[in-house]
């Protein structure tokens, strides 16, 4: 085989291969492109799709489910959370340490309509609207939309609130505090322009209006004055109302004893009247009968001695009672 021939033989190998690796890059390019065409969505997000040649923003899902979706190849994707999100803003001091501590942001500080300085720890928790999440990107392109709009509003709703309270109502009406803060924070999230509706407002948790210690210490020392007041009236009224039942009984008792006495006496007084006849007068009565209780009363004396004498001065007699 002589030069030419070898020459005609290696020509279309060359083109063989040539084709080869043409249709090698094409596949990979296809293959390259059908991957980069293909995107996913997980449940409780919502995929954001830029196209950058077409000069679009559009979004994917609900946040219901998991699914996979076409898009450009040249055109990017970003997965948007719109599920219940929180925000905890709390401040507190290790009691050990000392050290202070917080959550995602410090308590919130804010005035009571009498000016008193209090920290407000809060949760508040929300959604997005998948509908609108491709017009809240395009407003925060960052995806900072809670540190830039919805915390600010959150400080921002429990300060006008707070202001309507005074301290000592806002421990007396807690449920009314926290009622009124929901009402405000979603008037002022529903208004916001740059969140355009997108965020829906969930569950909020008033979980403490830390008020000075001093003003705590105050209301205390009140609270401990009005229970002792309370109780010094309880024990006055206690007492008046013994004495008067000890009045009342003692008077109740005097009258009995007067009234048995009052009856022993005419008792005794028709029995030796009876015994005597018409022969004896009231005031010869009266002093036997007072003769005779004296007596009575002497000889119930334990080492009472009692000696007797005739009227007319015969020999006494001696009564000692056993």
């Known amino acids: 085989m002589d030069f030419g021939e070898r020459r005609q033989i290696r020509v279309p190998s060359i083109r063989i291969r040539g084709l080869s690796v043409v249709a090698i890059v094409l596949i990979a390019v296809i293959a390259v492109a059908l991957f980069l065409s293909v995107g996913r969505v997980n449940v409780g997000y919502v995929t954001v799709i830029v196209d950058p040649l077409m000069g679009t923003i559009s979004s994917v899902g609900d946040g219901s489910t998991s699914r996979y979706f076409f898009k450009a190849p040249w055109a990017t994707t970003v997965q948007i959370y719109v599920a219940t999100e929180s925000?905890?803003?709390?401040?507190?001091?290790?009691?050990?340490?000392?050290?202070?501590?917080?959550?995602?942001?410090?308590?919130?500080?804010?005035?009571?309509k009498d000016g008193?300085?209090?920290?407000?720890?809060?949760?508040?928790?929300?959604?997005?609207?998948?509908?609108l999440i491709a017009d809240l990107y395009k407003k925060y392109p960052a995806g900072d939309w809670e540190d830039r709009a919805i915390v600010p509003i959150i400080r921002e709703a429990i300060r006008d609130t707070l202001v309507q309270f005074t301290a000592i109502k806002t421990i007396e009406e807690r449920g009314a505090v926290a009622a009124s803060l929901e009402i405000t924070l979603r008037t002022q999230l529903g208004l916001e322009p740059s969140l355009g509706?997108?965020?829906?407002?969930?569950?909020?948790d008033l979980r403490e209006i830390a008020l000075p210690q001093t003003f705590i210490a105050a209301i205390e020392a009140k609270l401990a004055a009005e229970q002792l007041a309370i109780a010094a009236e309880f024990n006055a009224t206690?007492?008046?109302?013994?004495?008067?039942?000890t009045k009342a009984?003692?008077?109740?008792?005097?009258?009995?004893?007067?009234?048995?006495?009052?009856?022993?006496?005419?008792?005794t007084f028709d029995a030796i009247q009876k015994i005597a006849g018409e022969s004896i007068d009231t005031t010869q009565l009266t002093f036997l009968y007072l003769y005779l209780n004296t007596i009575e009363k002497a000889a119930a004396e334990e080492g009472t001695m009692i000696i007797v004498v005739g009227p007319n001065q015969t020999v006494p007699f001696i009564v000692a009672p056993s």
Do not use: C
Request: aromatic content about 6%; charged content about 15%.
């Open 87 to 112: 925000v905890h803003m709390w401040t507190d001091k290790d009691p050990v340490t000392g050290q202070v501590m917080y959550g995602d942001f410090p308590a919130v500080p804010s005035l009571t």
């Open 116 to 131: 008193l300085g209090v920290e407000v720890d809060i949760t508040v928790r929300w959604t997005l609207s998948p509908s």
């Open 197 to 204: 509706n997108a965020t829906i407002l969930g569950t909020i």
């Open 238 to 245: 206690k007492i008046l109302v013994l004495a008067n039942a």
């Open 249 to 267: 009984a003692t008077i109740i008792e005097a009258q009995g004893a007067a009234e048995s006495t009052l009856l022993a006496a005419n008792a």
